[in-house]
């Protein structure tokens, strides 16, 4: 038995390494974030507990969008740019907070304010934080599913201790969980372990993928699929998005593009009837996976973030 693990230790690697370059597709080069902020959040403890092998993972690279009266000129409201989350102590926490999760492709510099409204505000204040996830960007560390969901729940942890109003005020900070397509995974793990200390955060995502699902029928197209059901196998289960869904309970939108090649809608299905709380689908009509939201789609987004926000159990 002791000759066989070695053997199967290094079969493992191999596979999840295999897995990584199907899903994963890291970018390091250069973008232009205006008019976002961008600030790095540390994730060492301050009491120094980590390790020196967590230097690697030390800090992630993030990029704020301010909306409402957040971005209003004026020396209490000035943020620094290129600096830390300390850096954002002193300024008072935003009405909203939205944590986002881009892509396997997406870049935090591409990040847009959406859920939240520019031109209509849904409250007076609200910032947009997006990661690059480690190996993306400018954030240190490998690309790997393995440290995925462990890296966006230690970020999320140091945003919302920085940037969230404690639930004994009148108006505690609302929290937005925002996912897209492989950072849905991300989000609903933040998720289901939010529901206890913010109870009223909301989670929001767009083409949620089962993993397994979507690499089978992808390598399907090769004729690869019994080379990928053993390289599936080592998946993570903190990216399984079926039992992520099963154990979320806070309200969910589920945003799900009719023409969806990559994501297939029954697959997105399973996962919306996973769900252990409340929930909203919206379908947007003539899309598939990558395409942008419409004017078209304006009224059935509109109409789904007022469920949203009647759903959060934040006083009004």
Known sequence: MKSMRPIQNWSRRIRFGLLNRFVLRPTTDPIDYRPQVRCRVSLLEHDGSDSVESASHAWIESFVHRVGSTSANGSSNEIADNGSLDDWREIPPPNDLVLKFPGTGGRAERSTPFPMQTKVPISKSAEVWTWNPPGYGGSPGEATLKNLSGAAARWSEKVLAARTQSSTEAIPTRIWLSGNSLGCLPAMHVASALMDAYPSAVLWVRNPPDLRRVILNISARYRATTAMQHVSAVLPKDVDAVDLANRCRIP???????????????????????????????????????????????PAINNALDWAIRRSQRPT
């Open 252 to 298: 969910a939108v589920f945003l799900m593009s009719e023409k969806d090649a990559l994501v297939l809608p029954e697959y997105q299905k399973a996962i919306h009837s996973a769900y252990s709380g409340p929930s909203l689908v919206v379908e947007l009509s003539g899309l598939s996976h990558d395409d942008v939201l419409e004017e078209e789609h304006r």
